[in-house]
């Protein structure tokens, strides 16, 4: 005899379904436990705010310091007694400095004779160029022109650096050469006096300012009667060969 199966009783039959079904539940129950969250309750925030602080604060024991009320001010006297003033005050009458359109005002002459006019000396400092009297060089006095007294000033003066000319060793051995302007006043007692120069280095510069303050004492320069100072430049040279 052949036994026959009965489809109702496979076991085969809608397993794929099954097995969907399951995959679906347990990705499901996964996501919900990932997506957990958990709060805080309000029982726990009520037992911490209900805590309290046990320290007591200790108030600082302040004494009071009574100082004494000032002495009451003096009482009047019980009887004023006024004096009369027996002495005459006499009233010092001031009278107004204030003019009006009515005021006349009296012109005062004034003689031209009773002004005095004083003259000041200006004390400026002549050019050499345009003096009127050129400072006299020792050595120069036999000069009767003013012409010949600037150029023997002149030729003096160049003379004199040449005579007390004195190369400084350091600038020699630094090769430092040039020229130096010396600009120097002769003032109203025939001497030198400020002295200014400009040059390359300040070793040439301060060589310049020796010769030059070496110039002996001359007669001073006369401009419209009286002494005067003047200015004079020079150029100095200082060359290496």
């Given at each position: 005899?052949?036994?026959?199966?009965?489809?109702?009783?496979?076991?085969?039959?809608?397993?794929?379904?099954?097995?969907?079904?399951?995959?679906?539940?347990?990705?499901?129950?996964?996501w919900r436990m990932l997506e957990y969250k958990t709060y805080d309750t309000n029982e726990e925030f009520a037992q911490i705010l209900e805590v309290q602080d046990d320290m007591d604060e200790e108030v600082p024991i302040t004494e009071m310091i009574r100082t004494t009320p000032p002495p009451p001010p003096?009482?009047?006297?019980?009887?004023?007694?006024?004096?009369e003033d027996v002495e005459e005050v006499e009233e010092t009458i001031i009278e107004?400095?204030?003019s009006s359109q009515d005021t006349y005002i009296e012109d005062a002459i004034v003689s031209v004779d009773d002004v005095d006019v004083g003259e000041d000396e200006e004390d400026i400092v002549v050019p050499f160029a345009i003096i009127e009297k050129v400072p006299i060089f020792p050595g120069c006095?036999?000069?009767?022109?003013?012409?010949?007294?600037?150029?023997?000033?002149?030729?003096k003066v160049q003379e004199h650096i040449r005579a007390n000319f004195n190369y400084p060793k350091t600038a020699l051995e630094m090769k430092?050469?040039?020229?130096?302007?010396?600009?120097?006043?002769?003032?109203?007692?025939?001497?030198?006096a400020?002295?200014?120069?400009?040059?390359?280095?300040?070793?040439?510069?301060?060589?310049?300012?020796?010769?030059?303050?070496?110039?002996p004492e001359m007669k001073p320069a006369m401009q419209r009667g009286r002494t005067a100072?003047?200015?004079?430049?020079?150029?100095?040279n200082f060359m290496i060969k």
């Open positions: 005899m052949e036994l026959k199966k009965n489809p109702k009783a496979d076991l085969n039959r809608n397993s794929s379904l099954y097995f969907v079904i399951g995959l679906t539940v347990v990705l499901f129950a996964t003096p009482a009047a006297p019980d009887v004023i007694e006024i004096v107004s400095t204030e006095e036999p000069c009767k022109t003013e012409q010949e007294r600037k150029e023997c000033f002149n030729k430092i050469s040039g020229r130096v302007f010396v600009q120097f006043e002769i003032n109203t007692k025939g001497q030198v400020g002295i200014r120069k400009r040059g390359p280095d300040r070793l040439l510069e301060i060589e310049a300012e020796r010769i030059i303050a070496s110039l100072r003047i200015a004079y430049s020079v150029p100095i």
